[in-house]
């Protein structure tokens, strides 16, 4: 399979100089907060306001990418950083899960006064800022300071997703490229088959791990077992959120938190399913080869990149599991065209998206059968 699409790509870290000049990345690091801006903007105005987060996630930052032609392609090493700057980065990601918990309950409790428009834009504005607080979450679950596993447990919990960590860490970075990870897309699979694959299937592999994970531990099997079971735990937990939310804001507020959460749901898996489509790792000798920056999709888009927390700099993510500040090109990655926010528009275009990434691996867009 062809992947050798590197030609315009930067040097590898091994190879390429520290960039000069930290506070520019570390300012490009902070754009995520500044969705709240628009998104306090329509809360205060109201009416046609409310677009604002939509119109410059889907639109603004697509459309800058294209515009400028940046590429998020800096090489930083921890050194570079001094501590105020490491604070900032830090609390980067702290402060994003803080914002978007508190701008989905503020909305949930102003609800009742919006108007039918008003309620499909505030829908919208916290679907999307859903998606990112996943990127935010993901970053915080790789983290071993207390404050960020304590943040990271209840964000989520909030995105009605307590086993990220769990799936993530135990499965994700163990399989990723090859059958027993529900995470990986196979090659001509559409993303509403993964849809239907991965989340149910993430759910049962994660019970599965904590069964296992008990049973080495000498747990007796039983009720008692099941209720020790992790995901035993995860689920009470997000009954007892709905029922908050149902008393907090009502029904119609239990409606809207679960419609964000579907749309927050489909954005992130959509990421999952372009990370690593039809890249997966060969068998040798019964083993599976090591992971390799041929087996992720990346995309160095400077305003998609920053604005999700360098979530496209993912090869490098699985060979090295560095803070997303740290993260480097990798020129041997498959490169996205544009950046994840038009991306996952060809997505779920399922003919339109083989025909691309098809192409860029080399390989036709005939169906495959699926990995057993």
Same mark, same amino acid.
């Given at each position: !399979?062809?992947?050798?699409?590197?030609?315009?790509?930067?040097?590898?870290?091994?190879?390429?100089?520290?960039?000069?000049?930290?506070?520019?990345?570390?300012?490009?690091?902070?754009?995520?907060?500044?969705?709240?801006?628009?998104?306090?903007?329509?809360?205060?105005?109201?009416?046609?306001? !409310?677009?604002?987060?939509?119109?410059?996630?889907?639109?603004?930052?697509?459309?800058?990418?294209?515009?400028?032609?940046?590429?998020?392609?800096?090489?930083?090493?921890?050194?570079?950083?001094?501590?105020?700057?490491?604070?900032?980065?830090?609390?980067?990601?702290?402060?994003?899960?803080?914002?978007? !918990?508190?701008?989905?309950?503020?909305?949930?409790?102003?609800?009742?006064?919006?108007?039918?428009?008003?309620?499909?834009?505030?829908?919208?504005?916290?679907?999307?800022?859903?998606?990112?607080?996943?990127?935010?979450?993901?970053?915080?679950?790789?983290?071993?300071?207390?404050?960020?596993?304590?943040?990271?447990?209840?964000?989520?919990?909030?995105?009605?997703?307590?086993?990220?960590?769990?799936?993530?860490?135990?499965?994700?970075?163990?399989?990723?490229?090859?059958?027993?990870?529900?995470?990986?897309?196979?090659?001509?699979?559409?993303?509403?088959?993964?849809?239907?694959?991965?989340?149910?299937?993430?759910?049962?592999?994660?019970?599965?791990?904590?069964?296992?994970?008990?049973?080495?531990?000498?747990?007796?099997?039983?009720?008692?077992?099941?209720?020790?079971?992790?995901?035993?735990?995860?689920?009470?937990?997000?009954?007892?959120?709905?029922?908050?939310?149902?008393?907090?804001?009502?029904?119609?507020?239990?409606?809207?938190?679960?419609?964000?959460?579907?749309?927050?749901?489909?954005?992130?898996?959509?990421?999952?399913?372009?990370?690593?489509?039809?890249?997966?790792?060969?068998?040798?000798?019964?083993?599976?080869?090591?992971?390799?920056?041929?087996?992720?999709?990346?995309?160095?888009?400077?305003?998609?990149?920053?604005?999700?927390?360098?979530?496209?700099?993912?090869?490098?993510?699985?060979?090295?599991?560095?803070?997303?500040?740290?993260?480097?090109?990798?020129?041997?990655?498959?490169?996205?065209?544009?950046?994840?926010?038009?991306?996952?528009? !060809?997505?779920?275009?399922?003919?339109?998206?083989?025909?691309?990434?098809?192409?860029?691996?080399?390989?036709?867009?005939?169906?495959?059968?699926?990995?057993?």
């Amino acid at each position: !399979m062809n992947t050798d699409l590197t030609a315009s790509a930067p040097p590898t870290a091994s190879s390429a100089p520290a960039t000069s000049g930290t506070w520019p990345h570390v300012l490009a690091c902070l754009m995520p907060l500044a969705l709240f801006i628009p998104a306090a903007l329509g809360i205060a105005y109201g009416g046609l306001w !409310m677009a604002l987060t939509p119109v410059c996630m889907l639109l603004g930052v697509p459309l800058l990418d294209t515009l400028t032609g940046w590429q998020d392609s800096g090489h930083f090493r921890k050194e570079d950083f001094n501590s105020f700057q490491v604070v900032l980065l830090r609390w980067n990601t702290r402060l994003y899960a803080l914002l978007y !918990m508190a701008t989905v309950l503020w909305a949930l409790w102003h609800l009742k006064t919006y108007t039918p428009l008003e309620i499909g834009l505030m829908l919208a504005t916290s679907s999307l800022l859903g998606s990112i607080a996943f990127a935010a979450a993901h970053e915080l679950l790789h983290c071993k300071d207390g404050l960020d596993q304590a943040i990271q447990r209840v964000l989520t919990s909030f995105l009605f997703y307590p086993h990220y960590k769990l799936i993530h860490i135990r499965s994700h970075h163990i399989h990723a490229g090859t059958e027993h990870d529900e995470n990986t897309a196979w090659l001509n699979e559409s993303i509403y088959s993964y849809l239907a694959r991965t989340i149910p299937g993430s759910a049962v592999r994660s019970w599965q791990l904590e069964a296992r994970l008990l049973r080495s531990k000498g747990a007796a099997s039983g009720p008692a077992h099941i209720l020790r079971n992790q995901m035993t735990v995860y689920a009470i937990g997000q009954i007892v959120l709905l029922l908050a939310i149902l008393l907090f804001a009502g029904p119609v507020g239990l409606l809207f938190y679960l419609g964000h959460i579907i749309g927050a749901h489909v954005m992130l898996e959509c990421v999952n399913y372009i990370q690593h489509y039809g890249l997966l790792r060969q068998k040798r000798n019964g083993e599976y080869e090591k992971t390799g920056p041929e087996h992720s999709w990346d995309s160095y888009h400077y305003f998609s990149s920053y604005i999700t927390f360098r979530v496209g700099h993912h090869s490098h993510h699985h060979i090295a599991v560095q803070p997303y500040y740290l993260l480097e090109t990798e020129p041997e990655a498959p490169k996205l065209p544009v950046g994840y926010f038009w991306t996952i528009t !060809m997505v779920l275009l399922p003919p339109w998206w083989k025909h691309v990434a098809n192409r860029r691996l080399g390989v036709n867009d005939s169906p495959t059968p699926a990995a057993a």
